[in-house]
T-cell receptor, first 111, second 116 residues
Framework: DAKTTQPPSMDCAEGRAANLPCNHSTISGNEYVYWYRQIHSQGPQYIIHGLKNNETNEMASLIITEDRKSSTLILPHATLRDTAVYYCIVKNSNSGYALNFGKGTSLLVTP | GAVVSQHPSRVICKSGTSVKIECRSLDFQATTMFWYRQFPKQSLMLMATSNEGSKATYEQGVEKDKFLINHASLTLSTLTVTSAHPEDSSFYIC????????????FGAGTRLSVL
């Protein structure tokens, strides 16, 4: 699986958009980008995933650059409940192996 | 999304006792489930991969005789921490792979184990 790089921490004001970057410069053609988050003392929560097109669901938007070497998770209107550690994971969608979690980005949403 | 139920959410036990943690996929069948462990201020570490009807595959450094995994049905996997000691105190999290096409894993809420 390709390695990912994320900033260790970010702050965001409540109501503003939170843009969380992820670098995955060694991603291969059949690898997807997955985003999960973990709120303190809970299990990780699936957010979104994508291959090369931008994706949007009820939780967030995922913007993947044309060369696929980086992506950005966007929470359009962050709330205090979005405070969590966000993990960007790159993985082959056909792989039966487990997701490997790095250190992620600790997002703090402030009032 | 798919729901994974994990029970109990918290357990406190004496050193030397065994603790069983259950992981159930409530609205889907899961051929493969995974068990993770998370120590304070650290990321999730994969312990083992549990396959229905076969032996679990353990990650390097994880004692298979200490962490017994049983995946007897397509909706249930159990992790038993045998003869628990204080150093086994941790946050244990299970997950199940629901969507084979996109390899999405759904996670349980976790079990906080405290061994006195």
């Amino acid at each position: 699986d390709a390695k990912t790089t994320q900033p260790p921490s970010m702050d965001c004001a409540e109501g503003r958009a939170a843009n969380l970057p992820c670098n995955h410069s060694t991603i291969s053609g059949n690898e997807y980008v997955y985003w999960y988050r973990q709120i303190h003392s809970q299990g990780p929560q699936y957010i979104i995933h994508g291959l090369k097109n931008n994706e949007t669901n009820e939780m967030a938007s995922l913007i993947i650059t044309e060369d696929r070497k980086s992506s950005t998770l966007i929470l359009p209107h962050a709330t205090l409940r979005d405070t969590a550690v966000y993990y960007c994971i790159v993985k082959n969608s056909n792989s039966g192996y487990a997701l490997n979690f790095g250190k992620g980005t600790s997002l703090l949403v402030t009032p | 999304g798919a729901v994974v139920s994990q029970h109990p959410s918290r357990v406190i036990c004496k050193s030397g006792t065994s603790v069983k943690i259950e992981c159930r996929s409530l609205d889907f069948q899961a051929t493969t489930m995974f068990w993770y462990r998370q120590f304070p201020k650290q990321s999730l570490m994969l312990m083992a991969t549990s396959n229905e009807g076969s032996k679990a595959t353990y990650e390097q450094g994880v004692e298979k005789d200490k962490f017994l995994i049983n995946h007897a049905s397509l909706t249930l996997s159990t992790l038993t921490v045998t003869s628990a000691h204080p150093e086994d105190s941790s946050f244990y999290i299970c997950s199940a792979r629901a969507d084979r096409e996109f390899n999405i894993q759904y996670f349980g809420a976790g079990t906080r184990l405290s061994v006195l």
